[in-house]
């Protein structure tokens, strides 16, 4: 049995030249920037590789568990796409990214939802139904890992051909025209590798889009910015002053990757300086204001809760003078 899933980790697990800055085409702008965004990809392929490895979740989340802290919520992000494609191609129950979430993958639920979204871009939708996203309100970063797969691997279309796609009907029982902007949210955070970490190369990709865009890509400049890292304050600060009107889109996607390290335990110095500079706050007070947003969310028909949420945020972000 061993050797049947050894196999179906060859199988299954991409090459790690795929996640290669020159392979993919992007910008380099230092050495050191080059090495952060490949070991973010490498260990996102580790993660993908003890989902496919692993008898079930709990195993996997004990290799999981053993990953670097600054890297680790890429593993979890990685693991939870190798389970969700193992649900959707497989012909019994599908529960493997359940159990993830029922375990340590609960702390880690922002990047697992995003890692089910990768598996979305990977698989035919007759099988996309077998995927596990069931929260009403974090379902909507599957979408987000769906846009940045696509901007990642796709690039020539989504990112400097700006394609945008629209899924009617997903979720079952979301607005109809509001995917198009949780994927603009993922293809943000895309940039950020992209651009190589480069500010002033992803305030040049941004503005390639629509105005109509740009508030959505920069929300997820700002959480990959502060997320993934890569850059000092001086140019977490030029990014900031260079995005204008834009500046509050970035404080909140800066918030919502200060929820997620919070959440997981797996805050490192350089999301406390971006969330300084991004939010005026720590990453405990920039996510106890993500936490305070949730209070009483509802869908109000056209904007999803989860779109609400994101405007409170911002909102409160502005109250206290980040914009």
């Known amino acids: 049995m061993r050797m049947l899933r050894r196999l179906r980790c060859r199988l299954l697990t991409p090459p790690v030249s795929a996640t290669r800055l020159d392979a993919r085409g992007f910008h380099v702008k230092s050495a050191e920037a080059r090495d952060r965004l490949e070991t973010i990809g490498a260990t996102f392929l580790r993660g993908f590789g003890y989902a496919a490895l692993a008898r ?125 902007r949780a994927i603009d949210q993922g293809i943000g955070r895309a940039l950020w590798f992209v651009g190589g970490t480069d500010v002033d190369v992803v305030g040049r990709l941004v503005n390639r889009f629509a105005d109509g865009r740009r508030a959505d890509l920069y929300s997820g400049v700002g959480l990959a910015a502060t997320y993934a890292g890569g850059v000092d304050a001086g140019e977490l600060t030029r990014l900031w002053r260079n995005a204008g009107p834009y500046r509050v889109h970035i404080a909140q996607g800066s918030a919502f990757a200060a929820k997620a390290r919070v959440r997981a335990g797996l805050v490192v110095p350089h999301n406390e300086i971006a969330t300084e500079i991004f939010c005026g706050m720590s990453t405990h007070d920039a996510a106890k204001i993500t936490d305070k947003a949730r209070e009483g969310l509802a869908d109000t028909g056209a904007v999803p809760a989860y779109e609400i949420w994101r405007q409170r945020i911002a909102d409160e972000l502005v109250s206290q003078g980040r914009q």
């Open 56 to 180: 079930t979740a709990a195993e996997a989340e004990g290799w999981l568990e053993r990953v670097p802290v600054p890297v680790r919520g890429f593993a979890y992000e990685g693991a939870a796409m190798g389970l969700a494609i193992r649900d959707a191609l497989s012909f019994g129950r599908a529960r493997h990214v359940a159990d993830l979430l029922a375990g340590r993958g609960d702390q880690h639920i922002y990047m697992s939802y995003i890692g089910v979204g990768w598996a979305l871009a990977r698989l035919p939708r007759r099988r996309w139904h077998r995927l596990t996203a069931p929260d009403p309100l974090l379902r909507w970063l599957a979408l987000d890992g769906y846009g940045f797969h696509q901007a990642y691997f796709r690039t020539e279309q989504y990112v400097l051909r700006q394609r945008r796609d629209v899924f009617p009907g997903w979720p079952k029982d979301g607005p109809r025209d509001y995917a198009a």
